[in-house]
């Protein structure tokens, strides 16, 4: 009985570490929303939502596995490769969310007002995911290649994922189309890259979102180190 509560503790502070129940919390707030739009609209408008949602929780359940991965099998820094490389992939749909504000219209039965705080619990619920996610592997990177490397890491896959954002939204690519249609994923992302000039709206789209993304990634991490400020 005492290893099962052990086991369970050591289960809970794992899971507090990768930020799991406010995350939960969120995730339930944003559903509730949905469901009480549902009912009172008796309507399904946005229900895009909740696959939308379902494809951000991926990226960070591969993080969570890349991490048990760390812990469980210490110095094998590789264990963590394929996990780690899922995660990439899938990483832009947890940020992707916000793109869901262009579906936002006056619709009878339903004040907007609802439907913006409904599109924006989702919105933070899915960048919330990204950031954790994202911190979870930038401290496995550090703990192998160092404090400047991680960073690297941290901002190259906010770049990538500001492109990702992108193709999703506008070129209609999904994450699992990298498995079946790299060439023409490439192709797409090299035809713009040089031609900047024709490709402004990439260009600026992904620029903002990425340095959306950094600056909600920064207040993360920064408030995260605060906490230990009064210990």
């Known amino acids: 009985?005492?290893?099962?509560?052990?086991?369970?503790q050591s289960l809970h502070h794992f899971l507090a570490?990768?930020?799991?129940y406010p995350i939960l919390l969120s995730?339930?707030?944003?559903?509730?929303?949905?469901?009480?739009?549902?009912?009172?609209?008796?309507?399904?408008?946005?229900?895009?939502?909740?696959?939308?949602?379902?494809?951000?929780?991926i990226p960070y359940l591969f993080s969570i596995w890349a991490a048990a991965l760390y812990i469980s099998r210490p110095g094998r820094w590789w264990v963590i490769i394929f996990p780690g490389i899922l995660w990439l992939i899938f990483f832009p749909n947890a940020p992707y969310?916000?793109?869901?504000?262009?579906h936002?219209?006056?619709?009878?039965?339903?004040p907007i007002w609802y439907d913006i705080l409904m599109l924006a619990a989702?919105?933070?619920t899915g960048c919330f995911l990204a950031i954790a996610s994202l911190r979870t592997m930038q401290i496995l990177v550090k703990n192998h290649l160092g404090w400047f490397m991680s960073w690297v890491f941290a901002g190259a896959a906010l770049t990538?994922?500001?492109?990702?954002i992108y193709l999703g939204r506008f070129s209609r690519w999904n994450s699992w189309d990298i498995f079946f249609s790299p060439k023409e994923?490439?192709?797409?992302?090299?035809?713009?890259v040089v031609n900047p000039l024709s490709n402004l709206n990439f260009f600026g789209f992904t620029a903002i979102i990425t340095a959306f993304l950094i600056v909600c990634y920064l207040m993360f991490i920064s408030i995260r180190r605060d906490t230990n400020l009064y210990r």
Do not use: E
Request: zero cysteines.
């Open 17 to 20: 570490r990768q930020t799991i």
């Open 1 to 8: 009985m005492q290893n099962l509560i052990n086991d369970l």
């Open 122 to 124: 989702f919105a933070w």
């Open 97 to 102: 969310i916000i793109t869901d504000f262009l």
């Open 160 to 164: 990538l994922g500001g492109i990702g």
């Open 27 to 57: 995730t339930s707030f944003a559903l509730a929303l949905l469901s009480a739009r549902v009912l009172q609209s008796q309507s399904f408008a946005y229900r895009h939502l909740i696959w939308n949602l379902f494809l951000a929780w």
């Open 185 to 192: 994923i490439l192709f797409d992302v090299a035809v713009r």
């Open 104 to 110: 936002l219209a006056d619709r009878p039965g339903i």
